[in-house]
């Protein structure tokens, strides 16, 4: 039977479909048993066998060896499809030939030069595996070299880190065309359960990292981060997603304060609605160095006036300048909003904000597009210790702790009672009364 005659049907997942269809750039990002690498490893066959004299190269940042490659995925696939030298395939140590004369190489980009990597000229498709790992120098080398007519860039990866030249390139500024999708575990119709075994054990024995490894999240500390369980159960119960504003219930925008300055804390905002007992997180803000003016406008420039908004803010929120005799309860104030400020919880503030939201979370629901960095930031928060004596020295002050603060500050605020305490004399003493 030869390779034109062959009709080959490779059954796909729904979230992989928009892949199939031709573009410059393809990627696929997500966690542990999503099946990208499957997806690609078809793919990449599935094109051999149809265009006779693909060139194709699998490229991974460093590669070793050919066991480090996705070359024994590939011979995998090639014996569950049953398709072999009669269909064209043949395959050596170190390549595997494809129908009319073409063939599929591997090789780590780590290896090239600006003057080798001029022998992947005329490569129709480079797949390039573990693409977290990618450095800026192999994109800059591999995105002009691949440049032959229809050629594709393909790659697969669990995100690490936002400055990761792969997530920068196709998730931050996709080029124009662009096909970019997001796969996890319960993408994937063929999910063993031998992996959700495991993936159930990483839930409990190491939240930390279960975003990281089974949600395509990014990576956050290895221990100690105060939210990653409750953000990892927030996302399996489908409350991290698409969420919408109620238009007729008033937004609560709750902050920690900043300061002008290169070098001042930054400045927070979390919007949310409070509905019954759900609270829906719709925007996160963040800015630092910059006056109140900056903030207000883009309170205004996402409708959160002061005719739908009201502000609420930690007990430094009244303290007044030294200087100019103002505080950010009384400039806010002066802009129009109604503005609350919480009571100081004295010793331990920042471990009441923490358990406040822990028991919170449950009840909570985020927009992940609006709070993408507030998010990104709550799985980072997490507690400073002593490794020589093996104890915890309370949450550690960097770039997360400030829209964690003001996240526990909405918690907190939400335990607050919203009716005022009434006097035993204020109670009505007869004819149809109520009693509290």
């Known amino acids: ?25 393809k990627g696929a990002y997500g966690g542990r048993g999503s099946g990208k690498s499957h997806f690609f490893a078809e793919k990449l066959i599935d094109d051999s066998l149809y265009q006779k004299g ?19 995925l590939i011979e995998d696939k090639l014996t569950q499809f049953r398709l072999g030298e009669r269909h064209g395939f043949k395959v050596f140590n170190d390549v595997i030939k494809t129908p009319g004369d073409g063939l599929i190489l591997f090789q780590g980009m780590q290896d090239h030069t600006a003057e080798s ?18 450095s800026e120098r192999a994109l800059q080398l591999l995105r002009p070299t691949i ?14 880190r936002k400055s990761d030249p792969v997530d920068k390139m196709l ?62 159960e927030a996302r399996q119960q489908n409350r991290i997603g698409r969420v919408a504003p109620d238009p007729l219930l008033t937004f609560r925008l709750f902050v920690d304060i900043g300061g002008t300055g290169a070098r001042a804390d930054a400045f927070s905002i979390w919007a949310a609605q409070f509905v019954g007992q759900e609270v829906r997180v719709l925007k996160y803000y963040e800015a630092q160095g910059q006056p109140l003016a900056v903030h207000l406008d883009w309170m ?6 002061p005719e739908r ?25 002066d802009a129009g909003y109604k503005v609350t400020v919480v009571p100081n919880q004295g010793r331990g503030a920042a471990k009441a904000r923490i358990e406040a939201a822990r028991r919170l979370f449950p009840q909570i629901w985020f927009d992940e597009q609006g709070c993408a960095g507030g998010l990104d930031a709550l799985g980072w928060y997490h507690e400073r210790t002593d490794d020589a004596r093996q104890i915890g020295l309370g949450p550690e002050h960097d770039w997360s702790s400030h829209a964690a603060d003001a996240f526990g500050l909405m918690c907190v605020a939400h335990e607050v009672p919203t009716k005022p305490n009434v006097s035993l004399f204020e109670l009505p003493t007869s004819g149809g009364g109520w009693m509290r």
């Open 1 to 25: 039977m030869s390779a034109a005659s062959l009709t080959l049907e490779i059954p796909t997942a729904k979230v992989f479909e928009p892949l199939l269809y031709p573009a410059r750039f």
């Open 54 to 72: 693909l060139r194709s190269v699998c490229i991974r940042e460093v590669q070793k060896s050919l066991k480090e490659s996705a070359k024994r």
């Open 117 to 134: 990597i001029k022998s992947l000229e005329g490569i129709h498709r480079a797949w390039v595996e573990e693409a977290q790992t990618l």
């Open 147 to 160: 440049r032959a007519n229809d050629s594709e860039l393909w790659f697969s990866w669990n995100p690490r």
């Open 171 to 232: 998730r931050v500024d996709p080029p124009d065309g662009a096909v970019v999708v997001r796969a996890n575990w319960n993408d994937n119709p063929w999910f063993p359960a031998v992996l959700e075994q495991e993936r159930q054990d990483c839930l409990k024995r190491n939240p930390d990292q279960y975003d990281h490894v089974w949600e395509g999240g990014y990576a956050t500390v290895t221990s100690g981060a105060y939210f990653a369980q409750a953000l990892a």
């Open 300 to 305: 205004r420039a996402n409708g959160f006036t």
């Open 309 to 333: 908004a009201s502000i609420w803010l930690p007990h430094d929120g009244a303290t007044q300048d030294r200087v100019y005799a103002v505080s950010y309860e009384s400039a806010l104030t």
